[in-house]
């Protein structure tokens, strides 16, 4: 794709440029989907598998479905670079009606849930470590909010170059707890828990899958990547490295632990540490998990404006989100649109007093909804373009992308089954859309009158 950059809303003088390397996605891959959940994750995976073989073949299969996911994205990043990423897919597939509801439940639910969620994560460990008094953890998400937006607004170098530290720092502490648990006292042994049911192994992968998911954050990179191929090349690192940490991290867990202990575990990665440092175990595992945090949401604030700057181009009522900054190539009205919300949902959370728990159950459907049209999309602009120019493939066609909506469609039923009114809330919030839609009289453009503005 190639061509000239077209007029877009008044103020979107600029647009996406490719500055950013492998490294630059990578870090963002890995920093969004090495979160919180790999130190509370695998204690529920170990309560419903019937061996420690099965805890660790589950977390293989997870790797599977998230590196299926990740090549049906890289076809459709590759053939369809653009800084909507998703939204731009499924305004191509199916219309830029749906693609609206999309951008609109990423500012409204998704990333804007995300960002709250992780903030929230990183308040609750900050405060063991130096308590803020009365509500100290919504005080530090608001905190982290603030202060990771204000760096993304700074500049797309500074946002990136912050996110490659994190993340640096983030795998040394997975690697940190490996490294312990590894070689600390093992667990003595425990007779195999009773065989799992279809049930308990549908659960194991629900939680094991929700521990991967944050890797389709990198389609917000393709306008940005030096190189055609750059986004193939990350999304298949990335996963590499991350079923590789999670693999040892899990067998660290065992040792340290074995099936018994870390099901019965509430804090699995600092009771595996315990044995070998002591009560040091609880603060060195909050400095961790805080990191981890931190980069994750960094992460989701930068891949997040991106949508938002999309949804701007496209919808009448938005076009103040369309306005790239050339100075500092970011989407600055987009970033702190989207920084407004995410504190909206940090006093939503703080006033159902939990936290974590109710923007977990906010964001999880509406998200696997989307990612199932996104899976399918490829068989739909497979059909319909079937002439245009595809940098790569997905392997195995169609059993891949068949196997990673079979997935998809799972986690988004589960995620409505298996939560509670947080989830409802997510979906009104997301159905709203149409009224705001609605209310917009202009029709949305189409994003494929916009590639012009994203190719270079």
Not at 152 to 169: C, E, F, H, S, Y
């Amino acid at each position: 794709m190639s061509g000239p950059p077209q007029a877009g809303p008044a103020g979107a003088a600029a647009h996406p440029a490719r500055i950013l390397g492998l490294a630059d996605a990578v870090a963002m891959i890995v920093g969004i989907v090495v979160g919180a959940g790999i130190f509370r994750a695998p204690s529920l995976v170990a309560a419903n598998a019937s061996s420690e073989t099965a805890v660790l073949l589950a977390w293989a299969a997870g790797g599977m479905v998230a590196l299926a996911g990740a090549l049906c994205y890289a076809e459709l990043a590759s053939t369809y670079p653009s800084a909507g990423g998703e939204y731009h897919f499924l305004s191509r597939a199916y219309g830029s009606r749906l693609a609206f509801f999309l951008g609109w439940g990423r500012l409204a639910v998704i990333q804007t849930g995300s960002i709250a969620l992780l903030a929230f994560v990183f308040g609750d460990y900050a405060t063991r470590v130096f308590p803020l008094g009365a509500q100290s953890a919504a005080w530090y998400a608001a905190l982290v909010v603030v202060a990771l937006t204000a760096v993304n607004i700074a500049g797309v170098r500074q946002g990136a170059g912050t996110q490659k530290a994190l993340t640096a720092l983030e795998v040394a502490g997975v690697v940190f707890i490996i490294a312990v648990g590894l070689n600390g006292p093992a667990a003595d042994p425990a007779p195999a828990a009773s065989a799992a049911t279809s049930t308990a192994v549908g659960l194991v992968m629900v939680f094991v899958l929700l521990t991967y998911g944050g890797w389709n954050e990198a389609a917000y990179l393709s306008a940005e990547l030096k190189g055609e191929r750059t986004i193939v090349r990350a999304l298949v690192l990335s996963i590499a490295v991350i079923a590789g940490l999670y693999l040892l991290v899990n067998l660290a867990y065992l040792r340290a632990l074995g099936l018994g202990g870390m099901a019965a575990s509430e804090a699995v990665a600092a009771d595996a540490i315990r044995p070998s440092l002591g009560d040091g175990a609880a603060r060195a595992l909050s400095v961790i998990v805080a990191i981890s945090a931190l980069t994750s949401a960094n992460a989701t604030i930068f891949t997040g404006a991106r949508t938002n700057y999309a949804l701007g181009r496209d919808v009448r009522m938005f076009s103040g989100l369309a306005r790239w900054d050339p100075a500092t190539g970011t989407p600055r009205v987009a970033l702190l649109a989207q920084a407004v919300v995410a504190l909206g949902l940090v006093a939503f959370g703080t006033l159902a007093r939990k936290g974590f728990e109710t923007m977990v159950e906010y964001t999880a459907p509406v998200f696997w909804l989307f990612v199932l049209l996104v899976a399918l999309s490829l068989f739909v602009l497979r059909r319909r373009d079937p002439e245009t120019p595809r940098r790569f493939r997905v392997p195995l066609y169609p059993v891949t992308p068949a196997l990673f909506a079979a997935a998809a469609a799972y986690l988004c039923y589960s995620s409505l089954v298996y939560t509670g009114i947080g989830a409802l809330a997510g979906v009104a919030v997301l159905a709203v859309g149409g009224v705001v839609l609605l209310a917009d009289h202009r029709q949305p453009r189409s994003s494929r009158q916009l590639e012009g503005e994203e190719a270079t």
